[in-house]
């Protein structure tokens, strides 16, 4: 068990939960973020205003971690680029064919008890654990 | 206006919560997955504090019925399993096992690890895309926004 950090991970946990049960409370929408991504790839529409704005918001955190006077987390990529480009196009597809990630079906999803989301989110941690157990121990990649 | 800009800070607060959770750092994310290897199980807990609260966010909102800024709570009514449904979190989770990557970290990722970020943004809004290219996604796209 190396690098275990209960602590931060429950305090960025309940962050995110926190985010999560804001976005409901004020703006009535599941913070799932494949599916406010993907509805950027529509044609504009009244909604592009706000999912461009959750999106602008992910994107910039890193900035406003650092201009609370912290310094970034130790973050690394350890994906080759032909790699990274296989689990993109997997992810992105998984997410939309599957009709949510993570986010909307992991912490929404399950904060609703919805069963889709808890069949989405057994099968999509089964497979990871898979796909990491075979990358890792038998092919090695 | 007031939706775009609690939209704007919701998105940072969850970006913000990625970088404290240790969740925007794929490595974290695989040794959460590695459960054969060197197991570090800090992820459930990130789970556990965001599933936590934003189940008593969900029966708040039920509760006060209309959103703040909002006409109405717009959550996706389905309760049924269907093929596509697996198969669409199958095809994610390899995806996301063999970079550690999902969707949010990677956009946070963005300006911390900005060549892996964006090779992998790009390559998963290519896949997003893909999606809407297939014939059969079309009967579900009337409901896209309902979805998870």
């Keep these: ?62 900035l406003a971690y ?6 970034l987390p130790p973050v690394t990529v350890g994906a080759s680029f032909p790699l990274l480009i296989l689990a993109g196009l997997l992810v992105g597809f998984g997410a939309r064919l599957g009709g949510g990630c993570t986010s909307g079906h992991g912490v ?18 089964a497979v990871a654990v898979l796909t990491v157990l075979v990358a890792r121990h038998l092919v090695g990649a | 206006m007031a939706k775009t800009t609690s939209a704007f800070a919701v998105g940072l607060l969850f970006g913000l919560g990625l970088l404290v959770s240790g969740m925007a750092d794929p490595a974290k994310v695989l040794a959460f997955l590695d459960v054969t290897g060197r197991w570090d199980p800090s992820l459930a ?7 936590a609260v934003s189940a008593a966010g969900y029966r708040l909102a039920l509760r006060r019925g209309r959103p703040v800024l909002a006409l109405r709570l717009d959550v996706p009514a389905r309760r049924d399993l269907d093929g596509r449904l697996i198969a669409g979190a199958a095809v994610f989770g390899i995806g996301w096992g063999l970079a550690g990557l999902c969707p949010g970290p990677a956009l946070t990722l963005l300006t911390v690890a900005p060549t892996q970020a964006v090779t992998f943004v790009v390559a998963m809004v290519a896949g997003m895309l893909m999606f809407r290219l297939l014939p059969s996604a079309a009967p579900e796209r009337a409901v896209q926004g309902a979805e998870a």
């Design chain 1, 1 to 62: 068990m190396d690098g275990f950090t209960p602590v931060s991970a429950l305090v960025g946990g309940a962050m995110i939960g926190t985010s999560a049960a804001l976005f409901l409370l004020l703006n009535g929408r599941i913070a799932g973020i494949s599916g406010i991504l993907g509805g950027l790839l529509a044609p504009p529409s009244p909604e592009t205003g706000w999912r461009a704005a959750f999106v602008a918001g992910l994107v910039l955190a890193p």
């Design chain 1, 66 to 71: 650092a201009g609370l006077g912290r310094s």
């Design chain 1, 108 to 125: 929404c999803g399950i904060g609703r008890g919805s069963p889709r989301s808890l069949a989405a989110t057994g099968t999509f941690m």
């Design chain 2, 45 to 51: 807990f990130v789970m556990a504090g965001a599933v």
